[in-house]
């Protein structure tokens, strides 16, 4: 019913730019994406969400560097990440949040992508 894509990622060198993006494929209400990205031996964090309204909300690590945006008609929603530096390398991840008719909520992860920012 749900299925979450992403795409984009990769290497960069500091001070470079990437794009990522992450499709929900679903009938169903979204009530908010989020970016999160992890690193070896550390939890999760959150970098940066966007909700079904154009609210967005920045992790202060990235605040003014990376750019979180929409397309509703499409389901999808980018992570412009700009000015990279190498505390920027980590596995990205999509999360989505679905709501059914029966009113309850639901999240899902995207797979995931490495991106490493090095010179």
């Known amino acids: 019913q749900v299925q979450v894509v992403e795409s984009g990622g990769g290497s960069v060198t500091p001070g470079g730019s990437l794009i990522r993006s992450c499709e929900a494929k679903t009938i169903f209400t979204i009530y908010g994406t989020s970016w999160y990205r992890q690193v070896p031996g550390k939890q999760r964090e959150l970098v940066a969400d966007i909700n079904n309204l154009g609210n967005t909300n920045y992790s202060d690590s990235v605040k003014v560097r990376f750019t979180i945006f929409r397309d509703g008609a499409k389901n999808t929603v980018w992570l412009q990440m700009n000015s990279l530096k190498p505390e920027d390398t980590a596995v990205y991840y999509c999360?989505?949040?679905?709501?059914?008719?029966?009113?309850?909520?639901?999240?899902?992860w995207g797979q995931g992508t490495q991106v490493t920012v090095s010179s």
């Open positions: 999360n989505v949040v679905i709501g059914f008719y029966d009113d309850s909520l639901s999240d899902y």
